[in-house]
């Protein structure tokens, strides 16, 4: 007998299948499991509510590893990941004598990056929106994450990630990421749930609520994200906040016309507010 | 195998190279695809694809390359099992040599038993063979039969799609680069148009600065401040509405909410036309509160983005007619085409947004008007070549 040759490959390891809180569907799964087997970055897209950043949670638990979480922001550089080298702190010190001044490394402060690649086991690292910083960030990124490396030059110390972080990065496409990044990461769209699977991820998050309302708000979600003209559509976080409020308020029927009950946190958007109401007074019309 | 579907993917505009050839070998040699064609198609999607806008060309490759291979499959599975089924119902007496012989080496109970048994690990194990897709295996199903058992059913998940199928739902086909945009995709694509420049009250501590200020000072300590990084764009636009444009005032009304949104630039100033610019533009849709052309020159220096959106579709002899920056249809003002011509001329940088299809563009009034506007199709790709054309030679400041 030939063993299984799965367990030939050297890279054997442990596979994603989604958690209890937390949903897949197989082409997520593959997207994961690729990344995780080729220890390349796994870039997440998707519209805004679909589940992106909860994906890196899904896998920190998943896997039973630490997560570390990197929030991206318009003012965040390559270097602030890696570490920060507190100058400012250090000028204080030496100007009033405090503390030892001639240890540089008192003084280094690390980054995201920098501690998911010190730490002494395999980590989960969630680069969240990667759009948001300046146009060069994910090229200054590009080595850093390709090697796993990285040299702090004011110590001459190499940081070397002992276990490769699996390391999760979410865009919001405000912003478009250059080539040389996107062929180092492995890819996935996330689709917005079709209505099985939308009743399922409702199932998780409420799992008390009355099967009617859920079919009747499910049906009016999917209606309102038929109408083209909305400005922001809502997602599954929307309706997930929004069933959270009928089931508070005690509702127990919906439909879709003018006064909808909780509108406001499905639709977030003025003009999208307008459209709706126009929309449903169309209905009604017909009706 | 799958190399003549890279060379597939590359007809198909999906730019893959040996970086994803190799990754793709790799993940399949780990056995990612659980030796099933939908198990592949998840696979390639993930390390082929590295934007939603490829999605639906890599669904046409993939379908174009792999069409009629899992009808092939499953039909021959079902083929299988009806076939030992039929002959286990038969008497004994009644059936075929070969039919005895295959119910004596297999079971029909057993053999469905051992089928699900499988399924069932291979659902929980997630672990497959190396086999390829459509090469043979070696259970007792028979190849064919094992390998659509396990590559087509298993991963179907209580009917949901298979790839073939998802594949020609073309369910990403609203994702192209090369389709009418929307308002976040516009903005995304303005964000392009920008440019930073320090000025104004220094109030940022410039590290480096303190730190060799300071050292030259022999360690008391000096701070050196200076003026944060602020965006240096200013971009105007002018809108065509009403008449032939109100088909596309949708479009016309995302973009513009998405350069409102723009936070980047320094200045906007937005002004509405009717078909041509004739002496004056207006600050409202409904025209009112006109502002001179002139005065519009005057305010706004040539290192201004001039970015023109209309269709240019209208009479030839609305391009010639006469007006002043006071009165329309004035006989001692300058033609229509002639304020095109100064706009053109006054800003370095300017572009000619038209909804309207490039294969619509040979109509006199537009040719006319391309002389003028280097012109730009109002869809995404369109709105990039656009930016990248208004973009060049960076800051040009007045």
């Known amino acids: ?287 | 195998m799958f190399v003549p579907f890279l060379y597939e993917l590359r007809r198909h505009r999906v730019p893959v190279g040996a970086q994803e050839a190799v990754a793709l070998a790799r993940a399949l040699e780990a056995g990612l695809h659980d030796s099933s064609l939908d198990g592949f198609y998840d696979v390639a999607r993930a390390l082929c694809v590295h934007s939603e806008t490829q999605l639906d060309a890599f669904d046409q490759a993939f379908l174009a390359h792999f069409k009629g291979i899992e009808s092939a499959g499953q039909a021959l599975a079902e083929e299988l099992l009806a076939w030992l089924r039929q002959a286990s119902e038969k008497p004994p007496r009644d059936r075929t040599p070969e039919e005895s012989e295959a119910l004596e080496a297999l079971d029909v109970a057993a053999l469905q038993a051992l089928f699900e048994r499988r399924m069932r690990e291979q659902r929980r194990r997630h672990e497959g063979g190396d086999r390829w897709i459509g090469t043979r295996g070696t259970s007792p199903f028979g190849n064919a039969g094992r390998a659509a058992v396990e590559g087509f059913r298993i991963e179907g998940q209580g009917g949901g799609r298979s790839a073939l199928k998802t594949a020609d739902a073309r369910l990403y086909r609203g994702y192209r680069d090369d389709q009418v945009l929307d308002t976040r995709a516009m903005g995304m694509a303005l964000r392009k148009l920008r440019a930073f420049t320090r000025e104004g009250a220094p109030d940022e501590l410039d590290l480096d600065g303190t730190i060799d200020a300071t050292a030259r000072n022999a360690g008391e300590l000096e701070v050196v401040l200076r003026p944060p990084r602020r965006p240096d764009t200013r971009v105007l636009l002018l809108l065509d509405v009403g008449g032939s444009m109100t088909p596309h005032a949708h479009l016309v009304d995302r973009l513009f909410s998405a350069a409102k949104q723009a936070t980047h630039w320094k200045e906007l100033r937005t002004y509405y036309f009717h078909n041509c610019v004739y002496g004056r533009v207006f600050r409202t849709e409904r025209f009112l509160d006109p502002v001179p052309v002139t005065t519009l020159l005057a305010d706004c220096g040539p290192h201004w983005k001039l970015v023109v959106v209309g269709d240019a579709l209208m009479a030839p002899y609305e391009l010639m007619l006469r007006s002043t920056g006071l009165e329309m249809y004035d006989e001692r003002g300058p033609e229509g085409v002639v304020w095109l011509m100064q706009l053109a001329e006054h800003f370095h940088r300017h572009a000619w947004l038209n909804p309207e299809p490039p294969t619509a563009w040979w109509a006199q009034t537009i040719r006319t008007v391309r002389r003028l506007f280097p012109m730009f199709p109002l869809t995404l790709a369109g709105l990039g070549e656009a930016v990248n054309h208004l973009a060049r030679r960076g800051t040009a400041r007045a």
Request: aromatic share 8%; net charge neutral.
């Open chain 1, 1 to 287: 007998m030939t063993p299984p040759p799965s367990s030939r490959l050297p890279n054997t390891f442990r596979r994603f299948t989604g958690t209890d809180r937390y949903l897949t569907s197989p082409g997520l799964q593959a997207a994961v499991n690729c990344a995780l087997a080729l220890e390349r970055p796994l870039l997440v897209k998707g519209e805004p509510g679909t589940g992106k950043t909860l994906l890196a949670d899904a896998i920190a638990t998943g896997l039973g590893l630490p997560l570390l979480t990197w929030n991206v922001k318009s003012t965040t550089r390559a270097q602030d990941g890696l570490y920060l080298y507190d100058t400012v702190q250090r000028l204080h010190d030496s100007r009033f004598g405090d503390g030892d001044v001639k240890d540089i490394r008192r003084y280094i402060r690390w980054g995201p990056l920098g501690q998911a690649f010190r730490a002494p086991g395999r980590t989960v690292l969630l680069i969240d929106e990667v759009d948001k910083a300046d146009l060069e960030f994910p090229n200054d990124l590009l080595h850093e994450l390709d090697r796993m490396r990285f040299r702090v030059l004011e110590t001459e110390e190499e940081i070397v990630a002992a276990e490769r972080p699996v390391v999760i990065i979410t865009s919001n496409n405000e912003k478009e990421l250059p080539d040389a990044f996107l062929r180092r990461c492995v890819f996935h769209f996330i689709d917005f749930p079709d209505l099985e699977l939308m009743k399922r991820i409702v199932r998780v998050h409420h799992p008390t609520l009355d099967d009617a309302l859920v079919d009747q708000a499910l049906e009016v979600f999917f209606q309102l994200r038929t109408l083209t003209r909305l400005r922001k559509r809502p997602s599954t976080s929307e309706l997930v906040d929004w069933l959270a409020v009928l089931q508070a308020a005690g509702v127990s029927s919906v439909k879709l016309e003018a006064e909808l009950p909780f509108v406001g946190a499905l639709l977030k958007k003025e003009q999208d507010l307008e459209t709706f109401a126009e929309a449903a007074g169309a209905r009604r019309a017909r009706g």
